[in-house]
């Protein structure tokens, strides 16, 4: 069954600061998590106040920005 929950787990080769924020598809900001900093890093996205459709992960790793579909079933 589809999911509500996207779950973003990090393993990184050194301790550097990571913020992960999730975007509409208009650019609109959705969720912002608490920059954290360690090797190992999760993180859980509670989308289901969203309707179903296309999202954007954006997950800054020091100075790396890395972005990433999300396709929410409904």
């Known amino acids: 069954p589809p999911s509500d929950i996207v ?3 990090l393993q990184l080769n050194e301790e550097v600061e ?3 924020d999730i975007y509409s598809m208009t650019g609109q900001l959705l969720q912002s ?9 999760n993180y859980r ?7 179903a459709g296309m999202y954007m992960a954006r997950i800054i790793i020091g100075t790396e ?3 990433t579909k999300i396709v929410l079933k409904k």
């Open 7 to 9: 779950n973003f787990q």
């Open 45 to 51: 996205a509670d989308l289901s106040e969203y309707p």
């Open 18 to 20: 990571v913020k992960l």
């Open 33 to 41: 998590f608490t920059p954290q900093n360690s090797l190992y890093q």
């Open 65 to 67: 920005v890395v972005t």
